[in-house]
């Protein structure tokens, strides 16, 4: 229920009861379709109906799935193009498809991502030996019969230093924290002042060219979710899906994007760099983690 006090509902900034009042937020008066209406309209953010639930909800298992296989096998010895080939027969014998591969431009060569220590995000595979120290995100996203499913793990290979295990736990912890307020009337600025917050008081920054977004009709949709601190005051609502994946530096938040390949982008400091990612579902009263990895 709407307090006079409380931000109105049209996303003014002003309090209610200087906006809008007494007139009740349209996304209280129980019609679905006009909800699903108004958020395509004003926000271009898709919400989902069941039969397209059903099947992100899907994807998300089989990405999930192949997550878990390929960090299993990420070990010293390793290198990051063999993890990329496992993924791809992984992805074959479920009949899904790895979502990254030719994405974007230039197309993405890969069907995983494999950022490694400093990388904060967008590796791509190749004959890099893993070994004792490194850790390594691993992102991996599928489409299954027209829907998509996103995540990512880190992977700490035997022991690693202070600072690189500092980034993993912290990153974790974030993405736990942010997750554990969705729930309908949220703010997405929410979000990121969760994470950020956490962040600061662990000493790391929180990476601001790379967000979250929304998911699961396409690879990438709306709404972009901030993991730092920012003033969207869009409202969470039934049925939207949405990743978060926030990306933690132990230095300096900026990052570089590599000139020769494109996609690989680096801490600028050379410090490490580490993410976690869920795909979420808005439900009725909370929310739902689509994507079943295990920490």
Same mark, same amino acid.
């Given at each position: 229920?709407?307090?006079?006090?409380?931000?109105?509902?049209?996303?003014?900034?002003?309090?209610?009861?200087?906006?809008? @009042?007494?007139?009740?937020?349209? $996304?209280?008066?129980?019609?679905? $379709?006009?909800?699903?209406?108004?958020?395509?309209?004003?926000?271009?953010? $898709?919400?989902?109906?069941?039969?397209?639930?059903? *099947?992100? #909800?899907? !994807?998300?298992?089989?990405?999930?799935?192949?997550?878990?296989?390929?960090?299993?096998? !990420?070990?010293?010895? +390793?290198?990051?193009?063999?993890?990329?080939?496992?993924?791809?027969? $992984?992805?074959?014998?479920?009949?899904?498809?790895?979502?990254?591969?030719?994405?974007?431009?230039?197309? @993405?060569?890969? *069907? =995983?991502?494999?950022?490694?220590?400093?990388?904060?995000?967008?590796?791509?595979?190749?004959?890099?030996?893993?070994?004792? /120290?490194?850790?390594?995100? =691993?992102?991996?996203?599928?489409?299954?019969? /027209?829907?998509?499913?996103?995540?990512?793990?880190?992977?700490?290979?035997?022991?690693?230093?202070?600072?690189?295990?500092?980034?993993?736990?912290?990153?974790?912890?974030?993405?736990? #924290?942010?997750?554990?307020?969705?729930?309908?009337?949220?703010?997405? *600025?929410?979000?990121?002042?969760?994470?950020?917050?956490? !962040?600061?008081?662990?000493?790391?920054?929180?990476?601001?060219? @790379?967000?979250?977004?929304?998911? /699961?009709?396409?690879?990438?949709?709306?709404?972009?979710?901030?993991?730092?601190?920012?003033?969207?005051?869009? #409202?969470? +609502?039934?049925?939207?899906? @949405?990743?978060?994946?926030?990306?933690?530096?132990?230095? !300096?938040?900026?990052?570089? =994007?590599?000139?020769?390949?494109?996609?690989?982008? #680096?801490?600028?400091? *050379?410090?490490?760099?580490?993410?976690?990612?869920?795909?979420?579902?808005?439900?009725?009263?909370?929310?739902?983690?689509?994507?079943?990895?295990?920490?």
């Amino acid at each position: 229920m709407i307090h006079r006090n409380d931000l109105c509902w049209c996303q003014s900034g002003k309090k209610w009861k200087k906006c809008h @009042f007494p007139e009740t937020p349209p $996304l209280t008066n129980g019609d679905p $379709l006009r909800l699903k209406e108004l958020y395509d309209k004003k926000y271009q953010i $898709l919400i989902k109906s069941k039969e397209q639930i059903d *099947g992100i #909800r899907e !994807a998300c298992r089989i990405s999930s799935t192949i997550l878990e296989a390929v960090a299993k096998s !990420a070990v010293a010895g +390793v290198t990051t193009k063999a993890l990329d080939d496992m993924s791809t027969a $992984l992805h074959r014998e479920a009949k899904a498809i790895p979502a990254a591969l030719n994405y974007s431009y230039p197309p @993405f060569p890969k *069907g =995983i991502c494999t950022s490694l220590n400093e990388v904060i995000c967008h590796g791509i595979p190749d004959d890099t030996i893993l070994k004792d /120290g490194d850790i390594l995100n =691993i992102d991996i996203a599928s489409i299954y019969k /027209g829907y998509y499913g996103d995540c990512s793990r880190m992977v700490v290979i035997g022991k690693t230093t202070p600072e690189r295990q500092l980034v993993v736990d912290v990153a974790y912890e974030c993405l736990m #924290r942010a997750i554990a307020i969705l729930k309908p009337g949220v703010q997405v *600025g929410d979000i990121g002042t969760v994470i950020e917050n956490y !962040a600061d008081e662990r000493g790391c920054s929180v990476v601001r060219q @790379f967000v979250a977004h929304g998911v /699961g009709v396409k690879f990438h949709e709306n709404p972009q979710v901030p993991h730092f601190r920012n003033s969207n005051l869009i #409202r969470l +609502v039934p049925g939207m899906t @949405f990743t978060i994946e926030p990306m933690i530096n132990a230095g !300096a938040w900026e990052a570089v =994007i590599d000139t020769r390949d494109k996609w690989t982008a #680096r801490t600028i400091d *050379g410090k490490a760099s580490a993410q976690w990612e869920h795909t979420i579902l808005i439900t009725e009263d909370g929310h739902e983690v689509l994507t079943t990895w295990q920490r």
